[in-house]
């Protein structure tokens, strides 16, 4: 079984577990991802893994609370085991010497931009980091990505801390500072990585972007996660999750996103009520 090992809320709806998964932590490479499912009743959901330990034999996992799921998954604690764990799953991100990336990771994306700064400094890259956050509670793992990055940067959309604004407008200062960027790497709400795409494209940055759509089955039989880039389909779990950001036709992937928004608020109401 797959137990906790740890687990710690860093928001009131934010948390963060260590889950036992040796085999899992020795394979996994930086992008992939898991599909868990909390009890004999849950559901299937992906979460990107964020961190492993090989030789301790741990991943761990970040989440946010959006839905039923994740609300069950919140109230284990340490010693309790979720019921399946598959993974590692979709394809690594391409890791190599490109020269300086920027890795930009918004709120709960940060937790999968983690394992990227850290395997394109480890490639020989310059990695400036630009983590961005609606308050400074949203802002995670900002020591560990120090740790992955020669610079860190951070934004707040309130201004409660680092600087107030939008992560794409210290990607935008960057760019202005004369900063050679070769390649981005945006991790984080859709509406997020469109906008940091937008401007990439305009200055011909080569741009990749970290999908998370609904997603059942993580083998592409279930069609539940395809999305279109550059005209054609394209399945999450087995194609990417990583695609080029200038490609991705994100009016659509948010819409499909917010296919089962009414079904979701049953399923939760229903959890809670019980």
């Not at 991802?33 to 964020?50: S, Y």
């Amino acid at each position: 079984m797959n137990e906790i090992i740890e687990k710690e809320f860093i928001t009131s709806d934010l948390f963060r577990m260590k889950v036992k998964a040796p085999e899992i932590a020795r394979k996994r490479e930086a992008g992939q991802f898991i599909i868990l499912i909390v009890d004999e009743n849950g559901e299937r959901i992906p979460l990107t893994i964020a961190d492993a330990d090989p030789e301790a034999g741990w991943i761990a996992l970040v989440a946010q609370i959006v839905g039923k799921t994740t609300k069950a998954l919140s109230q284990l604690e340490a010693g309790d085991s979720i019921k399946d764990l598959a993974g590692p799953l979709g394809n690594p991100t391409e890791v190599e010497k490109y020269g300086t990336v920027v890795v930009i990771g918004g709120g709960v994306g940060i937790a999968p931009a983690h394992p990227i700064a850290q395997a394109m400094k480890k490639a020989g890259n310059t990695v400036i980091s630009i983590l961005g956050g609606r308050t400074k509670d949203l802002v995670i793992m900002e020591e560990e990505m120090k740790a992955a990055s020669d610079k860190v940067i951070v934004t707040t959309d309130d201004g409660s801390y680092g600087k107030k604004g939008f992560v794409t407008d210290a990607l935008q200062k960057l760019i202005d500072d004369g900063v050679s960027i070769d390649l981005v790497v945006a991790v984080g709400p859709p509406i997020m990585m469109k906008f940091v795409s937008k401007m990439t494209k305009e200055y011909e940055i080569k741009t990749i972007v970290s999908l998370n759509t609904i997603m059942v089955d993580g083998t592409g039989m279930c069609g539940c996660c395809r999305v279109s880039v550059g005209g054609e389909t394209k399945f999450v779990c087995v194609d990417g999750p990583e695609f080029d950001g200038h490609k991705v036709d994100f009016e659509e992937m948010m819409h499909r996103i917010q296919m089962y928004s009414h079904q979701e608020k049953e399923a939760m109401d229903k959890f809670l009520s019980k």
